[in-house]
T-cell receptor
Framework: GENVEQHPSTLSVQEGDSAVIKCTYS??????FPWYKQELGKGPQLIID?????GEKKDQRIAVTLNKTAKHFSLHITETQPEDSAVYFC???????????FGTGTRLKVLA | EPEVTQTPSHQVTQMGQEVILRCVPI?????FYWYRQILGQKVEFLVS????????KSEIFDDQFSVERPDGSNFTLKIRSTKLEDSAMYFC?????????????????FGPGTRLTVL
């Protein structure tokens, strides 16, 4: 069935360094890939998304890359700050369905 | 900024009891969803709802589950007879539209979740 794998499960970086989180999806028909950030006690909040007709998208310190051939996509956070500390989820969705298939999440800790 | 809200934040119930989890989607949104997350596991899709009908559901969403939009603002998830394995965080989400037919273009906005504990 459809599956999204996410790595690493935890990631610690020094403030100012970059963080990279990787996801792999199984359904080649997936065409929309959102990334969510979840802070303690809050619901997942969208931070960036990418559609299958582009290979890269950037929004200030956050970027996402997509490799359709390899069926993987990655989140890149540059110049990390303590407030970037949270759990990050990737997800994949396919047109014609309503559901998101989520990865298992990555707990990012930015050390001051 | 409009938000999806959920109540209660934490619900404790005895096995076999019925629970109703409540959500208020963003006001001009038309598509509604429930997901759950068992502790330490993935966020899993349960059901989507549009125009007073279930549009898609997962294998998790069996006869013990039901959804309803009882009025113009609330969207509820009912579990008829809770089991221990129903203990999880339940998230409601909504979207304004489904977007283009060929590619999903509308983001799902999530609520803060309800933690359900079944004893």
């Amino acid at each position: 069935g459809e599956n999204v794998e996410q790595h690493p499960s935890t990631l610690s970086v020094q403030e100012g360094d970059s963080a990279v989180i990787k996801c792999t999806y199984s359904d080649s028909a997936s065409n929309y890939f959102p990334w969510y950030k979840q802070e303690l006690g809050k619901g997942p909040q969208l931070i960036i998304d990418i559609r299958s007709n582009v290979g890269e998208k950037k929004d200030q310190r956050i970027a996402v890359t997509l490799n359709k051939t390899a069926k993987h996509f990655s989140l890149h956070i540059t110049e990390t700050q303590p407030e970037d500390s949270a759990v990050y989820f990737c997800a994949a969705s396919t047109s014609g369905t309503y559901k998101y298939i989520f990865g298992t999440g990555t707990r990012l800790k930015v050390l001051a | 900024e409009p938000e999806v809200t959920q109540t209660p934040s934490h619900q404790v119930t005895q096995m076999g009891q019925e629970v109703i989890l409540r959500c208020v989607p963003i006001s001009n949104h038309l598509y509604f969803y429930w997901y759950r997350q068992i502790l330490g596991q993935k966020v899993e899709f349960l059901v989507s709802f549009y125009n007073n009908e279930i549009s898609e559901k997962s294998e998790i969403f069996d006869d013990q589950f039901s959804v309803e939009r009882p009025d113009g603002s609330n969207f509820t998830l009912k579990i008829r007879s809770t089991k221990l394995e129903d203990s999880a965080m339940y998230f409601c989400a909504s979207t304004k539209d489904r977007g283009h037919l060929l590619i999903n273009t509308d983001t799902q906005y999530f609520g803060p979740g309800t933690r359900l504990t079944v004893l």
